[in-house]
């Protein structure tokens, strides 16, 4: 058993404490170190010591000191619905291991929390923005942008309230920018319940300084954006900002009910100073597909281009900057179940694509059956081309759609 004497003094810094029967405390405490985060809430009931060692705010910091980038735990977040309701959960995959985060502040006056975008920067997670409903406002069931942005310190467990958004916006493209502590966002707006295309949409395009806690407007887009995804490419000073996709005019049908007219486009906004937008024109021919499907992107080292990649329906496309063109990758070997979704993410270098089943199991009574969810993943490697497959089973307390849900990754 682990020693449980106590001190006022934190044991992640009191080498008096004995962490492991036997060993030194330095080298006790890089074993504690490198077990992988989501574990840590598990192992914190062990004992006092362990309890305030895995409580630490410079665990993670001195895990990031210890270990390369390369080799540490690479976490897929998944908010499965309105964070301030329902309880976010961090999955890391190399080891099957779930963690609940605590849910995001609540506000009173606002519900429905959905189409908000989650970036991580360090061992931070950032909610930004959204299309949510307020009680204050009439009609109340049409949703309004949301100009919020909350952050997620994995280290101490808590939430923090940030400036917000010059403009509110939901459905954007958004990403941050590596080694630089700041995020850039454009486009978006606030769709309907009901009648997607009336919803509302922007070209603004702004840049967070996560040090300075402050937004500055950037060039905006060169027309309405909204439902787009956005990506970095290159590094230093000539770092680009690209925006593909998304949906701007409506048209009628019978000049009734509204729909989306999607763009087949990209822009590119160059993040020197004064840079301006370019646009690379159609990404596919007419016929070819309606929409841009899901997007993500698998980082190149410094300098590379990234690996950019699009699931359409069960195909995998890779993106040819030089051409402007998507090329057939792979297939994904099994279908979900008729009426689910695909979860589509990079981790590791790798794609990872998510569905969800409902598993039979039988109990006691032969009649009764109770249902689990199971999280099916196929796992694509783009420079092998090769599939490989897990399944694991979420400990979420509701139902999980990867039409609604929004997820992002993190590393610690």
């Keep these: ?62 895990r990031r000191v210890q270990l390369p980038n390369s080799s540490l735990s690479h976490l897929l977040c998944i908010f499965p619905q309105d964070p301030s309701l329902s309880t976010p959960y961090l999955f890391d ?54 100009s919020s942005i909350f952050r997620f310190d994995v280290s101490s467990s808590s939430w923090d309230r940030l400036s917000p958004m010059l403009s509110p916006r939901g459905s954007f493209a958004c990403a941050a920018i590596p080694n630089s502590d700041q995020i850039v966002v454009a486009g978006g707006g606030s769709r309907h319940t009901m009648f997607g295309a009336a919803g509302s949409r922007m070209s603004s395009v702004e840049r967070y300084d996560v ?34 996709g998304g949906y701007g005019d409506s048209r009628t049908i019978s000049g009734v009910f509204p729909v989306d007219e999607y763009y087949k486009d990209g822009v590119v906004l160059e993040l020197k100073k004064d840079g301006k937008w370019r646009e690379i024109g159609d990404m596919w021919e007419e016929g070819e597909r309606g929409r841009l499907g899901n997007v993500v992107v698998v980082d190149g080292k410094e300098g590379k281009v990234p690996g950019v990649f699009m699931l359409d329906g069960t195909d995998i496309f890779r ?54 969810n199971t999280l099916f993943v196929q796992i694509y490697h783009p420079k092998r081309r090769t599939w490989r497959f897990m399944t694991t089973k979420p400990p979420l307390q509701c139902s999980l759609s990867f039409k609604t849900a929004v997820m992002c990754t993190i590393r610690l």
């Design 93 to 146: 995959p190399r080891h099957l291991a779930w963690c609940p985060i605590p849910p995001m502040p609540c506000n009173p006056h606002v519900y429905g929390l959905s189409n908000f975008i989650s970036v991580s920067i360090g061992p931070h997670i950032y909610v930004i923005g959204g299309s949510l409903f307020d009680t204050r406002s009439f009609p109340i069931d049409r949703p309004s942008p949301s």
């Design 319 to 372: 993106y040819d900057i030089s051409s402007n063109r998507w090329q057939k990758e792979s297939c994904v070997p099994r279908k979900a179940a008729p009426g689910s979704s695909y979860g589509f993410v990079a981790l590791n270098g790798e794609l990872h694509v998510m569905a969800t089943s409902v598993d039979s199991v039988e109990t006691r009574k032969p009649r009764q059956q109770k249902k689990t």
């Design 1 to 62: 058993m682990c020693s449980s004497s106590y001190s006022s003094s934190s044991p992640s810094h009191d080498e008096t404490l004995t962490l492991i029967p036997g060993l030194p405390y330095d080298i006790s405490s890089l074993i504690l170190t490198l077990i992988p985060y989501c574990h840590h809430t598990r192992l914190r009931a062990t004992c006092k010591t362990w309890r305030f060692f895995f409580s630490s705010k410079n665990l993670l910091s001195r």
């Design 211 to 244: 040090e300075k806690d402050e937004w500055v407007p950037l060039d905006g887009l060169p027309r309405f954006r909204a439902g787009c995804v956005g990506f970095m490419v290159g590094s230093g000073e000539d770092r680009e900002f690209w925006v593909m």
